[in-house]
C-alpha cells in the first residue's frame, strides 16, 4: 500500500474504526496475557527469549503451550511442533484474507499476514458481514493491529518482569486453563465440533504419557478423527429422517 | 534451559507460525485451500483447545490431579458454566475460576 492510499479519509476512517474495536476489548486479555508472561520466565525461558516470544510469535495459545512443554521438559523440536500444531488453525485465516490482499506487494503482504490473529480475524467478519465489500478492510486490521501488538507485548512483558511479585500460592497458571474454557465455549458452533472437543480433551490425558510428549498433537489428531466421524453421522441422520 | 535454547524455541515458533499465517496470503496465493482442509482445521480447533483445557486442569506435575485437589476441578466446572453463560467471556471466567479455587477452601475451612 502506498502513502497516496493512507491518506485517502475513508482509509484512515476504517483504521480509526479498528482502533476503537480493538480498545473495548483489550482489558478481557489482560490477564491471560500476564499469565503468559509470568509463566515464559518460571518455565525457564532466558529473559529476552522471553520478551522475543509474544513479540514475534503474537499468538497466546501457542505461546502457553511452549511454555508447558518447556516446563515438561519436551525437546526443542516436539515443543515447537506443538505450538506450530496449536496455530494451524491460522492457515484458515489465511485462506479467507487471501482475495483481499491481492493489491498488495509480497512485503505488504507478509507484513498483513505477520500480525493475523484470531481476535483481528473475528473483528474483520464482523466488519465484512456489515459491509461486505469494503475497500478500507486492510486500513481496518491495521488499526486493530496498532493495538493488539503493542498492548499484547505489554502485558506480558509485566508478567515476564513483574510476575515474580505474585506469590507461587495464588497458582496464577491455572488462569491459562480458565481462559482456553471460555475460548472453548466459544469455540463448540455444533455437534461435531462438540465431539471433536470431548474426545480431544479426554485423549490429552489418556496419551500423556506418550513418548517424546507428542500426546497433544496426537489428541488433536483424535478430536479431529472423532469430528468427521461425528460429521458423517450427523450427514446420515440427516438422510435419514429426510428419506 | 540456556540462552540459545529459549531462542530456538522461540525462532522455531515465530518461523513456523509466520508460514502458517503467509501460507495462502502469500505462498499459496493462486489457490483456493482445498475444501477437506477447511473442514478438517475447523474441526480441530475446538479438539485442540480442549487438549489444552484437560491437560490444563487436570495434570499436574506429569501425574492426574487426585480428589485431595478437588478445586482444580470445583474451578474448571464453574469456570465452564460461567463461559457458557457469558458466552466466552475470558475476564468473567478467568476471575469467576480463581475466585473458586481459592474462595471455596478458605469458606470450607
Given amino acids: 500500500m502506498t502513502t497516496s492510499h493512507w491518506s485517502h479519509p475513508g482509509t484512515r476512517a476504517a483504521f480509526w474504526d479498528g482502533v476503537r474495536d480493538t480498545l473495548a476489548v483489550v482489558p478481557s486479555y489482560l490477564p491471560f ?115 493488539f501488538w503493542p498492548s499484547w507485548l505489554l502485558f506480558c512483558m509485566v508478567g515476564i518482569f513483574a510476575g515474580n511479585i505474585v506469590p507461587a500460592s495464588w497458582q496464577l497458571e491455572f488462569a491459562i486453563p480458565l481462559s482456553f474454557i471460555a475460548i472453548l465455549a466459544g469455540s463448540v458452533r455444533s455437534v461435531p465440533m462438540g465431539a471433536a472437543a470431548a474426545v480431544g480433551g479426554l485423549a490429552s490425558i489418556v496419551l500423556f504419557a506418550l513418548p517424546l510428549k507428542l500426546g497433544l498433537v496426537a489428541a488433536c489428531l483424535a478430536g479431529l478423527l472423532a469430528g468427521l466421524v461425528m460429521e458423517k453421522g450427523v450427514q446420515w441422520w440427516t438422510t435419514r429422517k429426510a428419506g | 534451559m540456556d540462552n540459545t535454547q529459549s531462542w530456538i524455541v522461540v525462532l522455531g515458533l515465530a518461523v513456523g507460525t509466520f508460514l502458517i499465517r503467509y501460507s495462502f496470503i502469500g505462498l499459496l496465493a493462486d489457490r483456493t485451500m482445498p475444501h477437506w482442509l477447511d473442514r478438517a482445521l475447523k474441526l480441530m480447533v475446538p479438539a485442540i483447545f480442549a487438549a489444552i483445557v484437560l491437560g490444563g486442569v487436570v495434570m499436574v506435575g506429569g501425574q492426574v490431579a487426585d480428589l485431595t485437589q478437588w478445586p482444580r476441578y470445583a474451578a474448571a466446572a464453574v469456570a465452564f458454566i460461567v463461559a457458557i453463560a457469558s458466552r466466552g467471556s475470558i475476564l468473567g471466567t478467568v476471575i469467576a475460576g480463581m475466585a473458586v479455587l481459592h474462595g471455596l477452601p478458605w469458606l470450607l475451612r
Fill in chain 1, 33 to 147: 496475557a500476564l499469565v503468559c508472561g509470568v509463566a515464559s520466565v518460571n518455565a525457564g525461558l532466558s529473559t529476552s527469549a522471553a520478551v522475543a516470544l509474544p513479540a514475534l510469535v503474537f499468538a497466546g495459545s501457542s505461546q502457553a503451550v511452549l511454555t508447558q512443554f518447556i516446563q515438561s521438559s519436551a525437546s526443542l523440536w516436539v515443543a515447537i511442533l506443538s505450538g506450530c500444531v496449536i496455530n494451524l488453525r491460522m492457515a484458515v485465516y489465511s485462506a479467507a484474507l487471501s482475495p483481499k490482499v491481492k493489491q498488495f506487494s509480497t512485503g505488504e503482504r507478509m507484513l498483513i499476514a505477520a500480525f493475523l490473529i484470531d481476535n483481528s480475524f473475528a473483528f474483520m467478519q464482523k466488519r465484512e458481514l456489515a459491509n461486505p465489500k469494503d475497500p478500507h478492510l486492510i486500513a481496518y486490521y491495521a488499526g486493530l493491529t496498532a493495538v
